[in-house]
T-cell receptor, first 109, second 114 residues
């Protein structure tokens, strides 16, 4: 079983839609959680951290459920520019980040 | 705003050839990493360094060597390339321990081994 699992998608949604991605992790000792965004044939970039209390950054909301060991990312009012692959990332212990395989989002007009 | 720079961007090798990927960062980061990204596998850590003169093995270190002689540079070497090493290689750097979760990545190096 992979340490971090994501639905690969693709999720095809119209502009303005709300879309949610989930990610599960297997190591209950995982310390920190993040979402990265990766555009086609580009490098990954940090989108946002995920806090236990949940956090929001504009149209993006991240949630963490430690009991069920899953992380979610909600995107409201999707834009064409949101089309990308979203990587779930878990920090296990010092200095090690474990990346999920990513969920691909395609927003269409 | 150079950030993290990788060279070369593209390379085609024959099985058994050797090569070195160079990563340079200008952010004075202590930590540097080499990842490979393959379809369906996600980013996997090859080797990393927590400071000048130090290196450590990651998840998939076999077939690769690294060196960090200068703080700003992290080299990844393939001594005898194999087709299984065909991949996209990303270098990244971070402030100490990536406590904020933020790794700064280079643009990637696409390597094909025939």
């Amino acid at each position: 079983r992979k340490e971090v699992e994501q639905d690969p998608g693709p999720f095809n949604v119209p502009e303005g839609a709300t879309v949610a991605f989930n990610c599960t992790y297997s190591n209950s000792a995982s310390q920190s959680f993040f979402w990265y965004r990766q555009d086609c044939r580009k490098e990954p970039k940090l989108l946002m951290s995920v806090y236990s209390s949940g956090n929001e950054d504009g149209r993006f909301t991240a949630q963490l459920n430690r009991a069920s060991q899953y992380i979610s990312l909600l995107i409201r009012d999707s834009k064409l520019s949101d089309s990308a692959t979203y990587l779930c990332v878990v920090k296990k212990k010092a200095d090690k980040l474990i990346f999920g395989t990513g969920t691909r989002l395609q927003v269409f007009p | 705003n150079a950030g993290v720079t990788q060279t070369p961007k593209f390379r085609v090798l024959k099985t058994g050839q050797s090569m070195t990927l160079l990563c340079a960062q200008d952010m004075n980061h202590e930590y540097m990493y080499w990842y490979r990204q393959d379809p369906g596998m996600g980013l996997r850590l090859i080797h990393y360094s927590v400071g000048e003169g130090t290196t450590a093995k990651g998840e998939v270190p076999d077939g690769y060597n690294v060196s960090r002689l200068k703080k700003q540079n992290f080299l990844l070497g393939l001594e005898s390339a194999a087709p299984s090493q065909t991949s996209v290689y990303f270098c990244a750097s971070s402030y100490a321990g990536a406590n904020t979760g933020e790794l700064f990545f280079g643009e990637g190096s696409r390597l094909t081994v025939l």
